[in-house]
């Protein structure tokens, strides 16, 4: 098994209370196990035409406090059979503009001696962004929701 890891920062027109309620508030999500901090297992289901029907995340720490999380990637179509788990970090750091600025490092734990190409960590990369996007406009759209 390796890992290989990868740092990305992004600024972001929401603040970051927002952001991290949002994230962890998906309403598209399954509570497997437990209450919604460390320990819990969670089920993203996604909608028809999409890459993956659903992902497993279970949260490792979760600081609401401090506005970061770590969570890992356990199951779902993204980890095909060459990739054992992936581990975010990610920090959504306060601006005094009311904005915010995501802050992620991604662990990918591969099966066996495969070695992840830069294409494959450029790809997710961009499946993420596109993740933050989704709920920047969703929460841009509704300003009182995670107020």
Not at 5 to 12: A, L, P, R
Not at 50 to 57: E, L
Not at 80 to 88: F, P
């Amino acid at each position: 098994m390796g890992v290989k890891t990868f740092t990305h920062e992004v600024e972001s027109p929401v603040s970051a209370p927002r952001m991290i309620h949002a994230l962890i508030g998906i309403k598209s999500v399954d509570l497997l196990q437990g209450d919604g901090g460390a320990g819990t297992i969670k089920q993203i289901n996604f909608g028809e035409g999409t890459q993956s029907k659903y992902m497993k995340h279970r949260i490792d720490v979760l600081d609401k406090k401090n506005f970061w999380c770590k969570y890992s990637l356990i199951e779902g179509a993204m980890l095909g059979d060459k990739l054992e788990s992936i581990v975010y970090e990610v920090k959504f750091e306060p601006s005094s503009d009311g904005k915010c600025v995501i802050k992620s490092t991604s662990e990918y734990h591969t099966l066996g001696d495969f070695e992840i190409k830069e294409e494959e960590i450029k790809s997710g990369k961009e499946r993420a962004m596109a993740m933050y996007k989704v709920v920047e406009a969703h929460l841009l759209e509704n300003p009182s929701l995670y107020a």
